[in-house]
């Protein structure tokens, strides 16, 4: 197997695992409300997480020590999130994180964060509740078009409910999910809107552009 399909294939079996801890911890509820509160996986998982506010430098974001995540103390709160559910993936998926860094290892675990914060069936109600069905695949350049909308359902802190979870994240999960059209490898797509994030901050910067969104 190629190093390419090693990953996919890696991805493939960290989201599927995060699949069927959402379905075994009854995370996928209708009424589950989101972003779902790290302390549900906290106690499904039976592994809690603390933020090291002395531990601030940027290199490692978190590390799993006796059955407790230590999220480092300079994360912003999409990446405390992302921290603590990737470190539960290294735990769910019996690999280690730390000496070496094994790519498969880090693309799985990188998988299954995604799915448990970005879970197929609340990406279904979100979009379906913000005008954006997903019964058919979403196109390439429906994610230049849906951009804000696409951030605004992310991260953005314009007073809607969101994921709070990166763009990147949330893109992710819909290639990972089938909802975006097309053979593209998922990291174009994140390039895409990583490159559009920045233009959109800017705007953001000086009020946003409420008045362009599609609803409300
Ligand atoms: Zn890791």
């Not at 909308?149 to 802190?157: G, L, M, N």
């Not at 999910?177 to 390039?191: A, L, M």
């Not at 895409?192 to 233009?199: A, I, K, V």
Request: aromatic share 8%; glycine share 10%.
């Amino acid at each position: 197997m190629d190093a390419a399909s090693s990953l996919a294939a890696a991805r493939e079996h960290g989201a599927g695992l995060a699949a069927r801890d959402v379905r075994l911890w009854g995370l996928d509820a209708g009424a589950l409300r989101y972003p779902v509160p790290l302390g549900r996986y906290a106690v499904a998982s039976g592994i809690e997480y603390r933020r090291e506010p002395l531990w601030s430098h940027r290199r490692t974001a978190g590390v799993l020590l006796k059955g407790m995540v230590f999220v480092s103390g300079a994360a912003s709160p999409e990446e405390t999130r992302f921290t603590f559910t990737h470190e539960l993936g290294h735990r769910r998926l019996e690999t280690n994180h730390g000496e070496g860094k094994d790519p498969v290892a880090e693309a799985a675990a990188d998988a299954y964060a995604g799915g448990l914060l970005v879970s197929e069936p609340v990406l279904r109600r979100i979009f379906a509740s913000r005008g954006i069905p997903l019964d058919m695949p979403l196109l390439p350049l429906d994610l230049v078009r849906l951009r804000d909308e696409i951030f605004s359902i992310a991260c953005c802190h314009d007073g809607r409910q969101n994921f709070k979870v990166h763009v990147k994240t949330l893109v992710i999960a819909l290639a990972d999910n089938g909802f975006i059209e097309g053979e593209t490898p998922f990291e174009s797509h994140w390039r895409l809107l990583d490159h559009l994030s920045q233009s959109w901050r800017g705007r953001t910067s000086n009020g946003g552009r409420a008045s362009d969104r599609r609803q409300g």
